[in-house]
């Protein structure tokens, strides 16, 4: 059974920072990683993807604040925030991308307060 286990949530001020981690039991060709939010009452939105090669890309609202790595694996990928705002509060949820189907994670919740 695929496993996909995001860490690293929690409560923190605004100005903080947190690192999110995911590690996927996922065997075969794994072509990407990301990380996508929710926020109560929105849908569902990309963050930061990172690709077999090591291309990033990232959602505007993020862009300079977040940054997207891998471990040296290739099956765990790390998201560090920094500068956090209320609006970053959401549930964020890490995708595991394979050339047959995606497979996600149940999500770690983050709260960002004022």
């Known amino acids: 059974q695929v496993q996909v286990v995001e860490s690293g949530g929690g409560l923190v001020q605004a100005g903080g920072s947190l690192r999110l981690s995911c590690a996927t039991s996922?065997?075969?060709?794994?072509?990407?990683m990301g990380w996508y939010r929710q926020a109560p009452g929105k849908q569902r939105e990309l963050v930061a993807t990172i690709t077999r090669s090591g291309f990033t890309n990232y959602a505007n609202s993020v862009k300079g604040r977040f940054t997207i790595s891998r471990g040296n694996a290739g099956n765990t990928v790390y998201l560090q925030m920094t500068s956090l705002k209320p609006e970053d509060t959401a549930v964020y949820y890490c995708?595991?991308?394979?050339?047959?189907?995606?497979?996600w994670g149940q999500g770690t919740q983050v709260t960002v307060s004022s």
């Open positions: 996922v065997i075969g060709r794994l072509n990407a």
């Open positions: 995708k595991a991308t394979t050339s047959v189907t995606d497979y």
